[in-house]
């Protein structure tokens, strides 16, 4: 069956570093685009990454253009979320997703497969 397992999160202090992994399974995973989504408590949940399958073309939302960099390895079935300079507003649950494409990545209805999360908190 279809799973994706988030892991790479933790206490990281503001302006560190943590890398993200998402596993997949049970699917080609070059076939299709992955997100990367985060929620906080009492928030919604918020699109910040994706990217595309065919080009490999990366897409962010603005608060972490510059800081996030998205990845994949189709060959270890695993796309990466990496993230530099952490602010205490990055802290939430961090989701990787599936979908066709990117198009409409900030919206979690259009993924069809999600992750269980990973806890990400940025904190002195």
């Known amino acids: 069956q279809v799973q994706l397992v988030e892991s790479g999160g933790g206490l990281v202090q503001p302006g560190g570093s943590l890398r993200l992994s998402c596993a997949a399974s049970?699917?080609?995973?070059?076939?299709?685009?992955i997100g990367w989504f985060r929620q906080a408590p009492g928030k919604v949940r918020e699109g910040v990454s994706c990217?595309?399958?065919?080009?490999?073309?990366?897409y962010y939302t603005v608060s972490v253009k510059g800081r996030f960099t998205i990845s994949r390895d189709n060959a270890k079935n695993t796309v990466y979320l990496q993230m530099n300079s952490l602010k205490p507003e990055d802290t939430a649950t961090y989701y990787c997703?599936?979908?066709?494409?990117?198009?409409?990545?900030?919206?979690?209805?259009?993924?069809?497969?999600w992750g269980q999360g990973t806890q990400v908190t940025v904190s002195s």
């Open positions: 997703a599936r979908d066709f494409d990117c198009s409409g990545y900030v919206w979690p209805l259009e993924y069809d497969y």
């Open positions: 990217i595309s399958s065919s080009d490999g073309r990366t």
């Open positions: 049970g699917f080609t995973l070059e076939y299709y685009a």
